[in-house]
T-cell receptor
């Protein structure tokens, strides 16, 4: 099945460390997104990309950077992790080609803990 | 910009009873509306969506939602819930271009046997 995968699924790290979260998809979708989920705050958009050469900041991009290495891969980096970046991170995709670009497909999430 | 308000953070309901999860949005432009469900330790799955046309939208697992433009609401309903419906439910909006999505804070539905 075409899918959205995230690695790692769980990560514990220390303050100041550089962390990379990876997302891969076999859906052939052109659009990819990174969200973080915090209890009581729902999902908030960090970055999104509509193709390999297109990167856009979302609502809460400070402290994060992204790389779209290929249409199928979209990585999220925390250059110097801090405790308030402890959260559940989701990658999502959507497909503009079918005109159904409003429907997003989510990965299983990465639980990140920064000590 | 758009915003989404889910009025209830937690909704307990007995099995086989009806349930309504409320969602209101604000936007200066026309939007698309969605409900997603998140089961424990899983990602989000699309339940249903409103893009245009009939204001009553039917989704998976017996859920439906009604778009009310005058009240800027998109409430989710199910006439008879099951234990397996226990999950977190998120309302979301996007603009017509699908450029950004805005999610509500979520409603935790607990179905009591």
């Amino acid at each position: 099945d075409a899918d959205v995968t995230q690695t790692p699924r769980n990560r514990i790290t220390k303050t100041g460390k550089r962390i990379m979260l990876e997302c891969s998809q076999t859906k052939g979708h052109d659009r990819m997104y990174w969200y973080r989920q915090d209890p009581g705050l729902g999902l908030r958009l960090i970055y999104y990309s509509f193709d390999v050469k297109d990167i856009n900041k979302g609502e809460i991009s400070d402290g994060y950077s992204v790389s779209r290495q290929a249409q199928a891969k979209f990585s999220l980096s925390l250059e110097s992790a801090i405790p308030n970046q402890t959260a559940l991170y989701f990658c999502a995709t959507s497909d503009s080609g079918t005109g159904n670009y409003n429907e997003q497909f989510f990965g299983p999430g990465t639980r990140l803990t920064v000590l | 910009a758009q915003s989404v308000t889910q009025l209830d953070s937690q909704v307990p309901v007995f099995e086989e009873a009806p349930v309504e999860l409320r969602c209101n949005y604000s936007s200066s432009v026309s939007v698309y509306l969605f409900w997603y469900v998140q089961y424990p330790n899983q990602g989000l799955q699309l339940l249903l969506k409103y893009l245009s046309g009939s204001t009553l939208v039917k989704g998976i697992n017996g859920f439906e939602a009604e778009f009310n433009k005058s009240q800027t609401s998109f409430h989710l309903r199910k006439p008879s819930v099951h234990i397996s419906d226990t999950a977190e439910y998120f309302c979301a909006v996007s603009d017509w271009g699908g450029n950004q999505f805005y999610f509500g804070t979520g409603t935790s539905l607990t179905v009591i046997p």
